[in-house]
């Protein structure tokens, strides 16, 4: 079964280059490319905390970036690789943009909108329905997360994987409270003392 193309994994590989950048600014790694004629016309990674902007999802950027690129809103034919199922304002936006097709990597039960939580990509009331593919390299996907939020300390900035004196502090295995931060989690693929971590962050509640 050929789910994915070697095109779709080219384009995906990018989306995963894109999220691996977004630690270095303390930002949760998500990564998003829109293609279009066999080529990039849009790349991004999340960028919430770099920009203090609640908008600076991996998604919009990618999109506005394409935008210009193509110098139309209308993405038409265009794909959307995205290493996170969309949260409700990308898979929204994507919906706006007349994009045809999202491919993302892993799912995010708690905020995703293309079918975990709700489902945006097909929607009454939307002028079209955008196909909906995923699973394309999920694991490495949560492997850039998990990475990350392993490395978080409490209370302070995101440190990147491997730093030398910079150990990981985890926190002991506790109830699963209710995740802070945007997406992200898998939940299966999310270890309570992740969880932990990331509630106990001052100032990094997103709900
Ligand atoms: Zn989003």
Redesign the pocket.
Known sequence: MAKFSAADHRFMLAALAEAALAPAHGDIPVGAVVAGGGEILGRGHNRREADRDPTA?A??IALRQAGAALGDWRLGEAVIYVTLE??P??AAAIAQSRLRQIVYGADDPRLGACGSLLNLAQFPGFPHDVAVRSGLLAAEAQALLRRFFADLRPGQPAQLSGQPGQPSQMGQPDQPGPLSA??AESAESIPDYVRQTIDSRPGRHYT
């Open positions: 999802h998604e919009m969309p949260c304002m990308c945007e997406s």
